[in-house]
C-alpha cells in the first residue's frame, strides 16, 4: 500500500536529528527502513514525521578503539559483514550478518536499526548480548551508554527514548575466539524459530570463556549464562557440551506461534546450543 | 535471437529460448498496473476486518470530503447495478449456493469482503480517503473449521440454512465400471488388509507474482478492460451477463500476465466494481491489488479432509478404494469452485487397476476466503491420497514401496485401459518411466545408505519418496464437461494469417501468463508453414484480436489450443493449393506441399508460401476460381483428455532432533507425450514441482480463531525460493498421446501434481522405524519434530503393554 501522509527531514547532524526529534511529538527515526518502511506501506504505523538519518555521516562505519570494535548505527549489514576489524575481532557478528535477509536488504538495513527495533526474532540482538555490548545513546542531555543486558528490554522495546537516538554499539574485542551462529528457520528468506549465537575461547583443549546469546527465546534476546558457566573448564567433547547445553533453555519464556510452541523452542535450544557451542570449539 | 544461433531440422522439439522471455524478465511491457490513461482515476477498497457479521451503518462523508475524492460508494448504492458474481459449475442440480455481490451490501462472509469503495484522483488519495469510511459491524460467530462447518455446527450464510452446497458421489458398482467398494472392504477384513486413513489438504494461496490489476476506458466505444487475468474472454461475457452490457460493446485485454496458478482463472469482484466505477463517473479508472489484499482475497485453494479406506489382499493385490471428502468452498463459489474436487473424482486410482472404487464429495460453505482452482485443481489432492496409501500398504505387506505399484499398476501392454472411474485411458508406460528414474535416482544405493543409518541410529535418518502419477489434463471435451454440469465448453481456436512480406500472425485463443505459447506455437507453425521461427508472430489475449478463445488452464493450451493452431495451420495449406495451382499451372493432384513450398511434382516449377501469400495480397493473377485469401480460422474439441504420467523419487534427511527435512535429491521422469520445446517443459516441471514441494513442506494458509488470515504476508506465507529446493534432475520417456494429430499431452500442472506425495512419503519413509505413520503438511520442523514424539511415546506404550 502506500504510507499515509508523512513529513520528512533528512539532517546531517546527530544535533539536528534530537532537535526534530524533540520539536515534533509524532516522529520516527528513519534508517535502512527495511522494518520500518513495511510498517509504513501497511499502515501499521503512521508518524506525522519522519526524520532519515541516512545523512549523517558520523553514524556510518566500523572503527577500532583500543580494546573495543565500535560500529556506527548506520553502518549497514553489508558493510558489517564484510569489514576486516569485525571478522577479525568479532566474527560472530560478521557470521550473524550473513543470515540477515538477502543482499538487497543487507544493502538497505542497518546495524543500528536491527537492534534499535528489538525483533525478538532478530539476528543480531543474540549476538550484542552474548558479546557484552554496550550502546552508546545520545539525548537532549548528552550521550550515555547503556549495556546490552539493560539495552532490550522486550519486544520492540529497547533503552532509547522516544528523542533519542542510537549512536554507535561498542563491542569488546574477542580476538582468536571461536564463532558460531545457528540459525534455525524454515525457508532461508524467514526469521528465526529459536537462534543461537556462540563465542568461546580456547585453553589448549579445555573451554576457557564461552559467550552464548539466545534469540525468539522471549521477548528480548537471553544470554544463556547458565550454559556459560557450566562451560568454562570443560573439554570441548561432544559429551561435556551435550551437558552443558542442556541448560540452555533456563529461565527462558519462549512464545508460541506457527512454528512451533514453547516446548518445542525449549528443545531446540539446547540442541541448538550444542551444535553452536561444538561448532564454534572446531573454530577456535 | 542471434543470427549464430543454428536453426533446428524440425522446430518441434527444439529448445528455443522464449521469445517472450527479453520483455517480461525485464519488465519492459504492459503490465496492467503500467497503463496509464489520460483523466485515469483510482480505486481503493474498503474490505471488511470481520469473517461474519452484519453491516449495520456505513459512514462515508469524512471519506467523501477528503482530498481528491471523486466518489465513495457502498453496496447499498449499486445494490441494483452489481448483479451477482457466477458460480460456473453446478456439480449437481440443486446446489446450493448464497447470493455473491462484489461488494457486500448487509452482511459480510469473509475477513476481506468489499464493503465499499474509494474513486479518487491519485492511488495514495484513494488510500487515505479509504482509512476514513466508518462501518459499524455487528459481529456474527463464524463458521471456520471445516468439519464443524459440515456438521452445521454454525452458519456462514445464515439465509441458506445449511453450509453444505453440494453432495456428489461415484460408485463403480453403481456405474457399472467396477466392484462394490463395500463389499471389498468386507473381504479384505477377513485375512486381508484395510488402511484407513485421513489426509489433510491444507488451504494454499496461489501466491502468483504479479498482484491483480484492472483498467477501465469506458471513453472508447467498445468499453475497454484491461485485466491481469487467465481468462479474458470469460471477463468479456461475465461482464455482459452480469452487467447487462451488450457484449459487443466490450473489450477486454489480458496483457502480459505475471503468473496465474489457477489464482487468476476468476471473474473477480474487482473486476465488476472498477467496470461499474468507471460507467459511473464516465472516466478510466484502474484498481490494483496491494501484496496483502492478494493474498487475503484473491481465492486459495486446496483445503479439504479425505477419509480414505483401502482394501487389499495379503500379498497388496488392492480390491478396493473407498474416499469420502469434504471440500471448504470458502465463503462463496467461485467460477468453478464446487469443481475443483470433481476434477479430482477419476484420479484417485491413479495408474492402477483398481477392481471397486466409491468417492463421495460433500461441498462445504465456512466464512473464509473462497477457493477455486488452483495448479492440479483436484488431481493434486487425489494423486495423494492414492500415492501415500500405497506406501501405506507396502509397509503393511512388508515389501518395497516401488514393488507394491508394480503389482498394482496397469501394464504397458494394457493399454488403452478403461478405469474403474469410468476414464480411458489412452497411452502410458510406467514401466518405462520408473525403470529410467530408479536408476538415475540410484534407489539401490540409497537404500542401503538408509539401512546402514537406521543400524547406526544416526540422528538425520534418510527417507526415500515415490510418486507414481497420472493426471487428466487437456481440459477439452465439451460433452464431457457438460456432462459434468459445467455451463461452458472445452474447445479452442485458433486463426492463421499469412502476411504479404512472408510474415505470419497466429492468434490464439489460449491466453498465457507465464508458459512460453509464444515461443511454442511458433515453433508448431514454423514447422507446418515452413516458414522460418522468426517470421511466426503470435497474438494472444485481447478478444478484439482473438475473438474467440476459452483461454488457459488445466495443462490445456498445447492439447487443445495447440492442436487447433494446427489445424488452421493445415486450412492455410489446403486453400493454398489452388491458387498454387492456378498460377503454376498446374493440375491440383500434382501438386506437393513440402518445406513450405508447393511444387508440381517431377518439375522445378513451385511457390513458396510467402510467394503465394505476396500474390493473393497482389491479386493480379487470380482468376477468381478460388477464393483470394490464405488465411484460415479453426475450432477443435478433442474426444478425449491426455494422460501425462511419471515416476518422481524424492531422498530426504530428516534431522530428529529439530524436526527439520532437507531434500537431498529429486528425480522425476515424466511422460508428457511427444514434446514440442524441451526447455520449456523442463522450466514447468521445475516450477511446478517447487509448488508440489511448497505444499508438502512450507505453504499454508491459516486463519485465526476469529477468522482472520495470520498467513497474510510473505514473512508468515512461506513461498520457497531457491536455496530451499534441491537440484532437480528431470528425465522424460516419451509415449505420444493417441488423442491429438501430435501425441503431446499437458505439462503445466505435472510436477505440481506428483511432488507432494513423493516429499511427504519420504519423511514418513525416514521415520517409520520410530513410529510415525503420517505428518500433516505441511511438514513443518515443528510438526515433524512432535510427530518423532508421539512415535516414541507410542512405541513405549506398547512396549509396555506387551510385557
Ligand atoms: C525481506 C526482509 C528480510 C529480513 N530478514 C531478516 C533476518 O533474517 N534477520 C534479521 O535480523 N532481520 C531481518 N530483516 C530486518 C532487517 O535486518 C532490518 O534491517 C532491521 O530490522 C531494521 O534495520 P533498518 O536499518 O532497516 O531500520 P529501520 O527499518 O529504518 O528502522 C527500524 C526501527 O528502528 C528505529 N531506529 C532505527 N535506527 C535507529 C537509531 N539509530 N536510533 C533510534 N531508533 C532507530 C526506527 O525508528 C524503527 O522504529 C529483514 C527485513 C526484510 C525487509
Known sequence: MIPAAFEYFSPTSVDEALGLLREHDDAKVL??????????????????????????????????????LVIGAMTPHSTVQSDPLVSEHARLISLATATVGDPQVRHRGTFGGSLAHADPAADLPAVAVALDASFVIAGADGRRTVPATEFFQGMFSTAVGEDELLVEVRVPKYTGWGAHYEKFNRVAQAWSIVSVAAAVRLDGDSIAEARVGLGNMGPAPVRATAVEAALVGQPATAEAVREAAARAADGTSPGSDLNGDADYRRHLATVLTRRAVLAAAGTA | MTATEERPATEIGASRRRKEDARLITGRTRWTDNIVLPGLQHLAMVRSPFAHARITAIDTEAAKAASGVVAVITG???????GALPNAWAVIPDQKAPVHPSMAVDHVAFAGEIVAMVIARTAAEANDAADLVDVDYEELEPALELKAAARDEVIAHPDLGTNVSAVWSYDSAESGTGGDVEAAIGAAR???????????????????????????????????????????????????????????????????????????????????????????????????????????????????????????????????????????????????????????????????????????????????????AYRGAGRPEATYAIERLMDELAARVGVDALEIRERNWIKHEEFPFSTVSGLRYDSGNYEAATAKARQLFGYDDLRAEQRKRRESGDPVQLGIGISTFTEMCGLAPSRWLGSMGYVGGGWEHAAVRMLPTGKVEVVTGTSPHGQGHETAWSQLVADRLGVAFEDVEVLHGDTQVAVRGLDTYGSRSLAVGGMAVLAAADKVIEKAKPIAAQLLEANADDLD???????????????????????????????????????????????????????????????????????????????????????????????????????????????????????????????????????????????????????????????????????????????????????????????????????????????????
Not at chain 2, 447499498?76 to 452489481?82: F, G, K, T, V, Y
Open chain 1, 31 to 68: 534508517a535502512g527502513g527495511q522494518s520500518l518502511m513495511p510498517a509504513l506501506r501497511l499502515r501499521l504505523a503512521a508518524p506525522e514525521v519522519i526524520v532519515d538519518i541516512q545523512k549523517i555521516d558520523e553514524l556510518h562505519g566500523v572503527r577500532d578503539d583500543g580494546d573495543a
Open chain 2, 76 to 82: 447499498a448504492d449499486i445494490a441494483d447495478e452489481q
Open chain 2, 190 to 372: 477377513d485375512g486381508g488388509i484395510v488402511i484407513e486413513k485421513e489426509f489433510r489438504q491444507q488451504r494454499l494461496i496461489p501466491a502468483f507474482m504479479e498482484p491483480r490489476s484492472i483498467v477501465v476506458d469506458p471513453t472508447t466505444e467498445q468499453m475497454t478492460v484491461w485485466s491481469s487475468t487467465q481468462v479474458p474472454h470469460f471477463v468479456k461475457i461475465f461482464i455482459a451477463l452480469v452487467l447487462g452490457i451488450p457484449e459487443s460493446k466490450i473489450r477486454v485485454i489480458a496483457p502480459d500476465v505475471g503468473g496465474g496458478f489457477g489464482g487468476k482463472l476468476q471473474f473477480t469482484p474487482e473486476e465488476v466494481l472498477t467496470v461499474i466505477a468507471a460507467r459511473r463517473t464516465g472516466k478510466p479508472c484502474k484498481y490494483t491489488e496491494t501484496r496483502s489484499e492478494s493474498l487475503m482475497v484473491a481465492h486459495h485453494g486446496r483445503d479439504q479432509w479425505q477419509q480414505v479406506t483401502l482394501a487389499a489382499n495379503a500379498d497388496g493385490t488392492v480390491t478396493g478404494l473407498k474416499v469420502e471428502l469434504i471440500a471448504d468452498m470458502g465463503a462463496y463459489l467461485g467460477l468453478v469452485t464446487s469443481a475443483i474436487p470433481l476434477l479430482g473424482a477419476f484420479m484417485y486410482n491413479g495408474i492402477y487397476k483398481f477392481p471397486a472404487y466409491h468417492l463421495g464429495i460433500t461441498n462445504v460453505f465456512t466464512n473464509k476466503t473462497w477457493t477455486d
Open chain 2, 593 to 803: 506441399f513440402s518445406g513450405g513450398r508447393y511444387g508440381v511434382r517431377g518439375t522445378d516449377a513451385g511457390m513458396t508460401m510467402a510467394e503465394l501469400a505476396f500474390a493473393v495480397f497482389q491479386g493480379h493473377k487470380l482468376d477468381g476460381s478460388a477464393e483470394a485469401c490464405l488465411d484460415a480460422d479453426a475450432t477443435l474439441d478433442p474426444d478425449d483428455f491426455s494422460f501425462p504420467h511419471g515416476t518422481h523419487l524424492c531422498a530426504v534427511e530428516v534431522d530428529t532432533e529439530t524436526g527439520a527435512t532437507k531434500i537431498r535429491s529429486y528425480v522425476c521422469v515424466d511422460d508428457v507425450g511427444v514434446v514440442v520445446n524441451p526447455m520449456i517443459v523442463e522450466g514447468q516441471v521445475h516450477g511446478g514441482l517447487a509448488q508440489g514441494i511448497a505444499q508438502a513442506l512450507f505453504e499454508e494458509a491459516v486463519h485465526d480463531e476469529g477468522g482472520t488470515l495470520v498467513t497474510g504476508s510473505f514473512d508468515q506465507y512461506l513461498v520457497p525460493g531457491a536455496p530451499d529446493l534441491p537440484a532437480f534432475e528431470t528425465a522424460r520417456t516419451e509415449t505420444p498421446a493417441t488423442t491429438n494429430q501430435l501425441g503431446v499431452k499437458g505439462v503445466g500442472e505435472a510436477g505440481t501434481i506428483a511432488s507432494t506425495p513423493a516429499v511427504v512419503n519420504a519423511i514418513v519413509d525416514a521415520l517409520r522405524p520410530l513410529g510415525v505413520t503420517d505428518v500433516q503438511m505441511p511438514c513443518t520442523p515443528y510438526r515433524v519434530w512432535k510427530a518423532i514424539q508421539q512415535g516414541a511415546q507410542e512405541g513405549a506404550q506398547q512396549k509396555e503393554a506387551r510385557s
